[in-house]
């Protein structure tokens, strides 16, 4: 299976950051007391939306977040 290159690792971690971020909010926010059918379908436009919208956030923030996070914590060399 081809691999993604190493200078890609910060988008793809970003990817995977906010599939499993807006998974878990769109659950939160998704109505209980449906159907599991419903709540499904519910659940998965929910997350698709959600994800879609936080691609970019997280994407573009990231580089700013660091930076924070490196002045607030100074790193180890």
């Known amino acids: 299976m081809?691999?993604?290159s190493q200078q890609y690792r910060p988008q793809?971690?970003?990817l995977l950051?906010?599939?499993i971020?807006?998974?878990i909010a769109a659950l939160i926010?998704?109505?209980?007391?449906?159907a599991m059918g419903?709540?499904?379908l519910t659940w998965s436009s929910t997350w698709l939306l959600a994800w879609l919208s936080m691609?970019?956030?997280v994407l573009l923030a990231a580089p700013l977040v660091r930076r924070v996070t490196d002045f607030?914590?100074?790193?180890?060399?």
Request: zero cysteines.
């Open 38 to 40: 419903a709540f499904m």
């Open 2 to 4: 081809p691999r993604i």
């Open 21 to 23: 971020t807006s998974a």
């Open 72 to 77: 607030i914590v100074p790193r180890k060399d």
């Open 29 to 34: 926010a998704t109505p209980k007391g449906v």
């Open 17 to 19: 950051q906010s599939a």
């Open 55 to 57: 691609i970019p956030v």
């Open 12 to 14: 793809v971690f970003g």
